[in-house]
């Protein structure tokens, strides 16, 4: 362990994650949850890729926050899907799963990526209606999220036929259909203009995606940040107030505790901290960008009395200074290491990845594309008999591996050393 700085230690074995009260979510013990949508919503586009889609994002952060809870997640989302060919595809690809959540994101492409066209919005909102009406005849506790909103900035297409206009009917039109349905609006559309104009008045190169429409890391966060609050999920919040001349702690974590040292260093330990959002852990600009990452995964360090010019952040051969002003405001240690790429956090993010990939290849690639030869017939079937194993094993992992760790912070003054009188000429 290294002397001089702010150490953030794991201990030897990480603990089972601390309980957190579910009463208020949504999303129940045994809920099956189906996402629905076009290219924005689907992860099979992106296997193997850096990109994670938004129903990614939503389960592995439920995985951490509510680590009792027993529910399973499918992404039956297509590219270029239309509310009509959802409709049409329904019982193949949603029913069957028998979901008792269904979240359904459509119509960023079936508006066309042109000028505003009056008889397709209607065709879509016809669709959304007999999609939704069959759904909740499933028994299906149902979700819309309009749209989102497209950088016309950064595509002179998308800006020239003014495509967000577009796309405000859309989201207008959704809102009504979901509030007849008695089912629960999520407004991606207005909530991502929104904070894209806060964003580009802190950075003028600020977007949501690459090119108008590929949305980027920071815009599913965004989206899925909507959907917890849908959920009614709570964020993760550890705070962590230190007197650093008298040593008094406080924290929302119970037995938090302090040691002070004779040679100046504080000692902060921390049993049972929730891991920080699995499928975020390394992707440190995510926490800046829009202020979602760090809303629903924020783990504050406020020192006190800290002593001046500040303190040493160091984990490993890495030692970052600190200033006091920082301290004071407090800030969050998910943005730093080692929780921005702790490995815990991300060999479970990157498992709920592969058994998210694994479903929809077994279901995509091998369910929905069965081999002619007919030679070849039983040892498909026991193809995709063999990849929804995997599935099942890829469960059961999840629900084991660990979702919280201890804590432990070593602090110490940030010495500078003092000027040096000039060199004697002579």
């Known amino acids: 362990m290294i002397r001089g700085g702010l150490i953030v230690a794991l201990a030897a074995a990480l603990m089972p994650a601390a309980l957190v009260s579910a009463a208020d979510l949504a999303i129940r013990d045994g809920d099956v949850v189906v996402f629905v949508g076009d290219y924005v919503t689907e992860e099979y586009q992106n296997r193997g890729g850096d990109r994670v889609a938004w129903p990614t994002h939503v389960e592995s952060f439920l995985a951490v926050r509510y680590p009792e809870l027993k529910a399973s997640y499918f992404n039956a989302a297509w590219g270029n899907a239309s509310a009509g060919e959802v409709v049409e595809r329904l019982d193949r690809d949603v029913l069957k799963r028998k979901p008792t959540v269904a979240v359904i994101c459509l119509g960023l492409q079936e508006a066309g990526l042109g000028p505003f066209n009056q008889e397709t919005l209607d065709r879509h909102a016809a669709a959304m209606k007999k999609l939704l009406a069959a759904i909740k005849t499933a028994g299906c506790r149902t979700y819309v999220m309009s749209p989102p909103s497209v950088d016309e900035q950064r595509s002179d297409r998308l800006a020239e036929v003014e495509y967000n206009k577009t796309l405000a009917k859309y989201a207008e039109a959704q809102k009504q259909i979901a509030e007849d349905a008695e089912a629960v609006f999520i407004d991606w559309f207005g909530g991502s203009?929104?904070?894209?104009?806060?964003?580009?008045?802190?950075?003028?190169?600020?977007?949501?995606?690459?090119?108008?429409?590929?949305?980027?890391?920071?815009?599913?966060?965004?989206?899925?940040?909507?959907?917890?609050?849908?959920?009614?999920?709570?964020?993760?919040?550890?705070?962590?107030?230190?007197?650093?001349?008298?040593?008094?702690?406080?924290?929302?974590?119970?037995?938090?505790?302090?040691?002070?040292?004779?040679?100046?260093?504080?000692?902060?330990?921390?049993?049972?901290?929730?891991?920080?959002?699995?499928?975020?852990?390394?992707?440190?600009?995510?926490?800046?960008?829009?202020?979602?990452?760090?809303?629903?995964?924020?783990?504050?360090?406020?020192?006190?009395?800290?002593?001046?010019?500040?303190?040493?952040?160091?984990?490993?051969?890495?030692?970052?200074?600190?200033?006091?002003?920082?301290?004071?405001?407090?800030?969050?240690?998910a943005s730093v290491e080692p929780l921005r790429s702790l490995k815990a956090a991300q060999d479970l993010g990157n498992l709920i990845r592969r058994k998210n990939y694994t479903r929809v290849h077994a279901w995509r690639d091998q369910e929905l594309e069965p081999l002619a030869e007919p030679e070849l017939a039983e040892a498909q079937q026991a193809l995709i008999g063999a990849w929804y194993k995997y599935v099942e094993g890829y469960e059961k992992m999840i629900a084991r591996m660990p979702k919280s760790l201890n804590l432990k912070l070593e602090l110490k003054p940030l010495m500078v050393a003092a000027p040096q009188p000039p060199a004697d000429p002579k």
């Open 193 to 333: 203009m929104v904070a894209r104009e806060e964003g580009l008045k802190r950075n003028n190169r600020f977007s949501f995606s690459d090119g108008g429409l590929q949305h980027t890391q920071e815009s599913h966060t965004f989206a899925a940040g909507l959907v917890l609050d849908a959920f009614g999920a709570e964020p993760i919040k550890v705070e962590i107030s230190l007197d650093w001349d008298s040593g008094v702690i406080e924290s929302t974590i119970p037995g938090a505790s302090v040691t002070k040292q004779e040679d100046g260093v504080r000692v902060i330990e921390l049993p049972n901290v929730p891991l920080p959002w699995p499928t975020l852990v390394g992707l440190a600009p995510v926490f800046a960008e829009t202020g979602e990452a760090d809303r629903w995964s924020r783990y504050q360090l406020k020192i006190t009395n800290a002593p001046a010019p500040g303190l040493i952040m160091a984990h490993e051969n890495m030692q970052v200074p600190v200033i006091v002003q920082q301290l004071t405001a407090g800030m969050n240690l």
